[in-house]
């Protein structure tokens, strides 16, 4: 069975201050797409990135970086120079692709604060 | 404009009532899904559906319901035999890619359904 673990709960940063989301999953597929989800007050998710297992590049969308690395099974998300409206909950997710479950597992989250 | 929509935001039931969330996606999405979040927690999966008139449980199907009728539409049924319902529900929908796996979800804004 797949599973998601974010171990980080909560993380309070000030602003202009980098910080890295952890993120470790677990899966029996050798095909599976990794996803990460931002959650500000309103509740609706925000879509931020999709990688599928055979794509270990890492990526930067300005200030947003993912550091994908199979060997420990870990795909960290990294936010350079935080800013306030960067506060909210982050979540990782997973699915599989094939006969594998192909709705998102969710990890539990972690709240980010960016103080002014 | 596309998106998904949920309705009611905020809905109120009586214990033993039985009461349905609307979800109506227009997309064009194949595969449509339900979660669960519970606050400082995660999003668990409900039930998800690849295409219309199938769909299977997730991880925390009992007590709920739901129908696939139509491409656009996937209600959940909230039933009385759901012992804790109150929670913040979600909807969302992506596209089916066969062996590519699905791409990323949208989701809903959500529905708070709080037990009175």
């Known amino acids: 069975a797949q599973k998601v673990t974010q171990a980080q709960t909560e993380i309070s940063v000030v602003e202009k201050e980098d910080v890295t989301l952890d993120c470790v999953y677990e899966?029996?597929?050798?095909?599976?797409?990794l996803f990460w989800y931002k959650q500000p007050p309103s509740g609706e998710l925000v879509f931020l990135i999709r990688?599928?297992?055979?794509?270990?590049q890492n990526e930067i969308s300005g200030r947003y970086s993912w550091n994908f690395q199979k060997s420990t099974s870990s795909f960290n998300f990294t936010i350079t120079a935080s800013q306030v409206v960067d506060s909210a909950v982050y979540f990782c997710?997973?699915?599989?692709?094939?006969?594998?479950?192909?709705?998102?597992?969710f990890g539990s989250g972690t709240r980010l604060q960016v103080q002014p | 404009d596309g998106g998904i929509t949920q309705s009611p935001k905020y809905l109120f039931r009586k214990e033993g009532q039985n009461v349905t969330l609307s979800c109506e996606q227009n997309?064009?999405?194949?595969?449509m899904y339900w979660y669960r979040q519970d606050p400082g927690q995660g999003l668990r999966l409900i039930y998800y559906?690849?295409?219309?008139?199938?769909?299977q449980k997730g991880d925390i199907a009992e007590g709920y319901s739901v129908s696939r009728e139509k491409k656009e539409s996937f209600p959940l049924t909230v039933t009385s035999a759901q012992k804790n319902p109150t929670a913040f529900y979600l909807c969302?929908?992506?596209?089916?890619?066969?062996?590519?796996?699905?791409?990323?979800?949208?989701f809903g804004q959500g529905t708070r359904l709080t037990v009175v």
């Open positions: 990688r599928n297992s055979f794509d270990e």
């Open positions: 997710a997973l699915s599989e692709g094939g006969t594998g479950r192909r709705a998102l597992t």
């Open positions: 997309l064009n999405h194949d595969a």
């Open positions: 899966t029996r597929d050798t095909t599976y797409y």
């Open positions: 559906s690849q295409i219309v008139n199938d769909f």
């Open positions: 969302a929908s992506s596209r089916y890619r066969g062996d590519a796996g699905n791409t990323e979800a949208f």
